[in-house]
């Protein structure tokens, strides 16, 4: 049948939206390459040009290419000699006509739908790398075994946010490809996985989609010996890479093992013990296949027919022996790969190295790669967004609520809140449809029985509230946020009233900021806080240090949310901000350094401010101005209380800010991980911080990181005075500035709201493109969306902040 027969009606599209190139490369492959032009040429969507670059071919190849260009005028042959497959990819898309390019391989065969579903996100604008899904094609039965154990989605679900696609399915802009420097040129094997990290390692991200129906068939060489020979190619290039050290390195102890057993079986049956002999070979045995026995089992359960018991135990015997074979050819390919790299460092490691840093990567190691910034087509859950401080209350916690949720879609996101008497002067609250219950007392203020009565009154109103929203809207994900006790109680009791899961965002810790002389109500509290955050889908959290406490805790299924910066703020462009602290310095003369405190004062940070009060007060070249309500120790200082606008424009005018956290705590975790809303302020105005904090705490690790500011480690003057030093200098203090400015991009709500989204998403078990199941969603949320077993060291952008789940083990 021939191509236009086998179309569907209406179906054949060319240089629709935006022209497609397809590269490939071949070599020696005359009728791998015939195959795959074959089912270009019946596509869906025709590719406006097919640019083929030999690579050195002895056989037949170039001919065959040229008589198909002959025949059909969008594929182009160039020849240049000998050539990897790397240089020839790289080669092809500088040839290539187009900016859309999709890559594929001679020998494969692609589903007459992959080029039109595997592009249709870039043409649209919405992604800029698309990665397809590759299968095994028809075969005998080691190809397909192979096929099964090996390939990606076989046995287990895929991951979109962890998948590699290969390059054999894989499409692009001709922007990001350039972005990432090409395939790497220096590595004969494992190019594109390179590649894939160099792409996932860029900053600022790059917007990626799996696309899990756009396929093609390939099918693995035939032969054990071929086997052998393909998949320890694969493992060498990983070795010149370096990545899998630690579990090459297990298989090492456990080949050395095995051959000390057999050694000893050996010996044992020369002196006819066999009883000890056949133990030791038994041991042995069970060494070597104890990896191989779930995955054999569960290939030899995918044939299609019911086998009985002896031909089960046959079919999962011969995966098991298919699998150690696989398992012993990676093992063989990345010993030889990691000698070469060690012999030749300059050739691997150098290149390696200069490879990953440039063009805004992350990261210089292919250990530690963040996952893909997946494009979700899918709409986000429809969350209840359960919280006690929500604008215009003017508290810290709901000014963040508002930055963060001005983004957010009104169609997804519905809040349920209280209603105070007097609600402040707070923020403007997002466009979100918000229900609130009344306060019955005239604030907030702890009032002993009365407040809580009040409390336990507006607990079952927003229960009730909750119930009524969810017989109209229909809520799938429960959003519950602290720093009100009731207020997460109150989402976490919603969640189980509406049967619906439970996210967690705490913006601080709960139990460990308890103080109360009450042995039963702490009791209470820190019972509740324990069974909230274990039963909670996900944990968000706002740094890094806030994660790693509760994975001590036991508690891995956390992603970090971080305040983030008004897009208003943040859109400022950093040139302009330096030009006018340059101004300021020029025109400064003697005025002394401007030093502003924003934000409420609160007890556990007060010997900090003492500090600095301390340092400062005999400093006639330092002015320090608090934007704070009345307190007792400011006394006889510059002092007053603004609403957040107009604070904001106080702040510009001043030279840095400052962040003050306390050394004589009783909350001495919480001073670790919190993260002071305030920073945002001082980003947003592009101005420096000054962080009078202790050391190793989130506030000292992001300004240290970001080069936004300096810190004082140590509550003493001359400590706080080498800072003011460091600040007075005009030079520094702009080139403080430009990197505030830097950070504030790289905290924009939008960005932030995506994750906050996906997070959404794998809490109700809805993943790229489609709903999976309960267990799917489970696995991905403990197993590949965490990655519990493999933790990473590298889990934060340029900010700070780790812009995925966090991945340690408690």
Not at 161 to 173: D, G, K, Q, V
Not at 475 to 499: E, H, K, N
Request: net charge positive; aromatic share 6%; glycine share 8%.
């Amino acid at each position: 049948m021939t191509g236009e027969a086998q179309r569907e009606p209406g179906a054949c599209k060319s240089d629709v939206d935006r022209p497609v190139s397809v590269i490939c490369t071949v070599r020696n492959d005359a009728a791998g390459l015939a195959q795959l032009l074959s089912s270009l040429d019946r596509q869906t969507l025709l590719p406006s040009e097919i640019v083929v670059v030999d690579g050195g071919s002895t056989d037949d190849a170039p001919a065959s290419v040229r008589s198909a260009a002959s025949r059909h005028e969008r594929v182009r042959l160039i020849e240049r000699g000998d050539l990897n497959i790397a240089q020839g990819r790289n080669l092809a898309i500088r040839e290539a006509r187009h900016d859309l390019i999709a890559c594929a391989d001679a020998g494969c065969e692609a589903d007459p739908h992959w080029l039109e579903r595997l592009t249709a996100p870039l043409r649209r604008g919405e992604a800029d790398v698309a990665g397809g899904y590759y299968a095994v094609g028809s075969c005998g039965w080691l190809p397909r075994l192979v096929a099964r154990l090996s390939l990606p989605g076989m046995l287990r679900p895929v991951d979109p946010e962890r998948f590699n696609p290969s390059a054999r399915s894989l499409a692009l802009t001709r922007e990001a490809w350039r972005r990432a420097g090409g395939f790497p040129e220096w590595l004969t094997t494992a190019e594109d996985t390179l590649f894939d990290l160099k792409l996932r390692s860029l900053e600022p991200p790059l917007r990626y989609i799996f696309v899990g129906d756009a396929t093609v068939t390939w099918t693995p060489r035939a032969g054990v010996c071929g086997v052998f020979r393909q998949y320890a190619g694969y493992a060498r290039g990983e070795g010149h890479l370096g990545r899998g050290k630690d579990g090459h390195r297990h298989l090492t102890l456990r080949y050395a093992a095995i051959a000390i057993w057999a050694c000893a079986s050996g010996i044992c049956a020369a002196r006819d013990l066999t009883t000890f002999a056949g133990c030791a070979l038994v041991l042995a045995l069970l060494l070597a296949a104890r990896l191989h026995l779930g995955a054999a089992i569960r290939s030899a359960l995918q044939d299609r027919d019911r086998p009985g018991a002896l031909r089960l135990i046959a079919r999962t015997a011969r995966a098991a022996a298919v699998s150690e074979l696989l398992t012993a050819a990676r093992w063989f390919g990345f010993r030889r790969g990691h000698s070469e790299r060690r012999r030749s460092p300059e050739q691997y490691v150098a290149q390696l190295r200069r490879y990953m840093t440039e063009g805004g990567a992350l990261s210089g190691s292919v250990e530690h790669v963040p996952p893909w910034r997946t494009v979700n087509l899918s709409p986000p859950p429809r969350t209840l967004v359960v919280s006690w401080q929500w604008p215009p209350v003017n508290r810290a916690s709901a000014n963040v609520l508002a930055t963060l949720f001005n983004a957010a879609s009104p169609a997804s996101f519905r809040v349920l809140t209280r209603r105070m008497c007097n609600d402040g002067d707070g923020v403007r609250a997002p466009r979100l449809e918000t229900e609130r219950v009344a306060w019955p007392l005239p604030d907030d203020r702890p009032v002993r029985f009365r407040t809580f009565l009040a409390e336990l009154r507006t607990f079952v109103r927003v229960l009730a509230r909750a119930w009524r929203m969810h017989l109209t809207w229909d809520v799938q994900v429960v959003l519950s946020v602290y720093p009100t006790r009731y207020g997460l109680l109150s989402g976490w009791a919603a969640s189980r009233l509406l049967g619906v899961p439970h996210v967690a965002y705490m913006h601080d810790l709960l139990r460990e900021t308890l103080l109360t002389k009450s042995r039963l109500k702490r009791a209470f509290w820190c019972e509740l806080d324990e069974r909230i955050l274990r039963g909670s889908r996900v944990i968000l959290t706002p740094t890094r240090e806030h994660a790693e406490h509760y994975a001590r805790r036991g508690l891995a299924n956390t992603a970090v949310l971080p305040h983030t910066v008004d897009d208003a703020d943040a859109e400022e462009p950093s040139s302009t901000l330096v030009s006018q602290q340059a101004a300021d310095v020029a025109t400064q003369g003697s005025r002394p350094l401007r030093l502003v405190y924003s934000g409420a004062i609160y007890e556990p940070h007060l010997d900090a401010v003492e500090a600095i009060i301390e340092a400062t007060k005999s400093e006639p070249e330092i002015e320090l101005i608090f934007l704070t309500k009345p307190q007792p120790a400011l006394a006889g200082l510059r002092m007053r209380w603004l609403e957040p606008r107009r604070m904001r424009a106080a702040i510009r005018s001043a030279d840095a800010g400052v962040v003050a956290l306390g050394w004589r705590t009783p909350y001495p975790d919480e001073i670790r991980v919190c993260f002071p809303s305030k920073i945002v302020d001082y980003l947003g105005a592009g101005r420096p911080i000054l962080a009078v904090v202790p050391r190793g705490c989130f506030v000292d690790r992001f300004v240290r990181e970001t080069g936004c500011g300096v810190c004082a480690n140590e509550p003493t003057c001359d400590s706080i005075r080498a800072a003011c030093r460091e600040l007075q200098d005009s030079a520094k203090r702009a080139r403080f500035s430009e990197r505030a400015c830097a950070a504030a991009r790289s905290l924009r709500p939008a960005r932030w709201m995506r994750r906050l989204e996906d997070a959404l998403r794998r809490a109700t078990g809805v993943a790229c493109g489609g709903i999976v199941s309960r267990q799917d969603a489970d696995t991905a949320r403990l197993g590949s969306a965490m990655k519990l077993d493999e933790p990473r060291a590298a889990d934060f952008i340029p900010a700070g902040f780790a812009d995925r789940a966090y991945a340690g083990r408690p």
